[in-house]
């Protein structure tokens, strides 16, 4: 049993060495142990601190992109717009131009319409007055004494030249 209850002695000397060593680690490794611990504990510290930031930054950038996304978006939607109000202004204006070149077929169809009836009419002037001529020439060739034998003259001469005229 004498090597498990230590001698007086014995204990006096280990608590010595103990207090050497342990004087020792606290003077010289606890410095530099507690540094290390310090440091490290920064480093966790700081790694920390630039994961929060990564995180916040990601949110920011992933916010800002929606933001663009929303006012692209927004720009697309105002640039379909303005293509609809530009495309009904085109045709507003394609169908105005098409009315008033109608207008302008029209009226020059309508002015040659008239240039042509005038120019007819004037023809059938000149026949009628042609044939009148013809027929007055005829008339007093003839000298003719009766009213009678005058109207049956003018009717067989009117017939003559509606004839020859067809």
């Known amino acids: 049993m004498s090597l498990?209850?230590?001698?007086?002695?014995?204990?006096?000397?280990m608590l010595i060495a103990f207090g050497v060593v342990l004087f020792v680690l606290i003077k010289f490794?606890?410095?530099?142990?507690?540094?290390s611990v310090e440091k490290r504990a920064d480093w966790i510290d700081e790694s920390l601190q630039a994961a929060r930031e990564a995180r916040e930054e990601l949110a920011n950038v992933k916010k800002a992109g929606e933001e663009m996304m929303a006012a692209t978006r927004e720009q697309q939607a105002?640039?379909?717009?303005?293509?609809?109000?530009?495309?009904?202004?085109?045709?507003?204006?394609?169908?105005?131009?098409?009315?008033?070149?109608?207008?302008?077929?029209?009226?020059?169809?309508?002015?040659?319409?008239?240039?042509?009836?005038?120019?007819?009419?004037?023809?059938?002037?000149?026949?009628?007055?042609?044939?009148?001529?013809?027929?007055?020439?005829?008339?007093?060739?003839?000298?003719?004494?009766?009213?009678?034998?005058?109207?049956r003259l003018i009717e067989r001469l009117l017939d003559e030249i509606d004839l020859s005229k067809s």
């Open 4 to 13: 498990l209850t230590p001698e007086p002695g014995l204990v006096f000397w």
């Open 29 to 35: 490794a606890l410095p530099t142990i507690l540094s």
């Open 78 to 151: 105002a640039m379909m717009r303005e293509t609809e109000k530009l495309r009904e202004k085109l045709i507003k204006q394609a169908r105005e131009d098409a009315r008033q070149e109608a207008e302008k077929v029209i009226t020059a169809a309508r002015e040659q319409i008239g240039a042509e009836k005038e120019e007819a009419l004037r023809q059938i002037r000149d026949e009628v007055a042609e044939i009148s001529l013809e027929l007055s020439g005829k008339i007093l060739r003839e000298k003719l004494s009766t009213g009678q034998e005058q109207t």
